[in-house]
T-cell receptor
Framework: KAGVTQTPRYLIKTRGQQVTLSCSPISGHRSVSWYQQTPGQGLQFLFE???????NKGNFPGRFSGRQFSNSRSEMNVSTLELGDSALYLC?????????????FGPGTRLLVL | DAKTTQPNSMESNEEEPVHLPCNHS???????IHWYRQLPSQGPEYVIH???SNVNNRMASLAIAEDRKSSTLILHRATLRDAAVYYCILRDLYGQNFVFGPGTRLSVLP
């Protein structure tokens, strides 16, 4: 099975711009979660989508949004970029089984805001 | 989700066993113990998880204390490729989201 893929892998933007990141989950996985990772804050949960519906949301401003399509692919959007949005954005897909849930992470998109 | 406590860093010699501890004194009866690791420049990777009994897989073993207030991830023979940040996470079967702490940075010396 192919793993979780994220595009693009690297991105440079300037303050005030917006950005869209894409994630393709493992085939058959219906849940996609997004995380932001920075040296100072570590791995922080952004939101989770399941069957095209946002199921959980972390403590991030409304500039961070996402969506999921019928094929389970997901996108996240950050509007009005700030310098502090520079981070590694990770996507994870998961299968929920009877013994708990295992998340499979993609390689991430590294965003640099100048 | 209940909190976990891990040492900031640990060091091991190559080909020796490594025991990575995790304290979770406020664990509830339905919390599963998950371990993930993150190698440099990669996303986190699932290692192992368990509820009450010790668990083994091809990557590692998970030893869970009888009172479930602590657990230990065991790498039987550390290799240089095992150098990573290891995260111990508690999550209810139907929990909301994974909450990652700072983890333990494992260095493996040749």
């Amino acid at each position: 099975k192919a793993g979780v893929t994220q595009t693009p892998r690297y991105l440079i933007k300037t303050r005030g711009q917006q950005v869209t990141l894409s994630c393709s989950p493992i085939s058959g996985h219906r849940s996609v979660s997004w995380y932001q990772q920075t040296p100072g804050q570590g791995l922080q949960f952004l939101f989770e989508y399941f069957s095209e519906t946002q199921r959980n949301k972390g403590n991030f401003p409304g500039r961070f949004s996402g969506r999921q399509f019928s094929n389970s692919r997901s996108e996240m959007n950050v509007s009005t970029l700030e310098l502090g949005d520079s981070a590694l954005y990770l996507c994870a897909s998961s299968s929920r089984g009877p013994f708990g849930e295992t998340q499979y992470f993609g390689p991430g998109t590294r965003l640099l805001v100048l | 989700d209940a909190k976990t406590t891990q040492p900031n860093s640990m060091e091991s010699n190559e080909e020796e066993p490594v025991h990575l501890p995790c304290n979770h004194s406020t664990i509830s009866g339905t919390d599963y113990i998950h371990w993930y690791r993150q190698l440099p420049s990669q996303g986190p990777e699932y290692v192992i998880h368990g509820l009450t009994s010790n668990v083994n897989n091809r990557m590692a073993s998970l030893a869970i204390a009888e009172d479930r207030k602590s657990s230990t991830l065991i790498l039987h023979r550390a290799t240089l490729r095992d150098a990573a940040v290891y995260y111990c996470i508690l999550r209810d079967l139907y929990g909301q989201n994974f909450v990652f702490g700072p983890g333990t940075r494992l260095s493996v010396l040749p």
